[in-house]
């Protein structure tokens, strides 16, 4: 079975969403971001979620975990929890 590692970024506004993912790519540490700003328990790791499998997560984020890049920052993604920016730190088939 694929398993998935990434991080993760949770806010409830999509232009904030894109401002910060606008900073990580202009050079702002995604970790520090994540701390600084996310709404998810997971911000005080990093947003570091850990290893999981498909259907772990919100479809939305297993859309994007198991196909997108690896170590790019994807998102605005929107779930009934907000808006996420998403990176895929490690995946195996």
Avoid: W
């Amino acid at each position: 079975m694929a398993t998935a590692s990434a991080r993760h970024i949770l806010v409830s506004d999509e232009a904030q969403c894109q401002q910060l993912k606008t900073d990580i790519q202009g050079g702002a540490d995604f970790a520090d971001v994540a701390k600084q700003h996310s709404s998810c328990p997971s911000g005080s790791n990093g947003g570091d979620l850990g290893e999981f499998g498909p259907g772990m997560m919100v479809p939305e984020f297993d859309k994007v975990v198991f196909s997108a890049d690896v170590n790019a920052v994807q998102g605005p993604v929107k779930t009934q929890f907000g808006y996420h920016l998403l990176e895929v730190t490690a995946r195996s088939e």
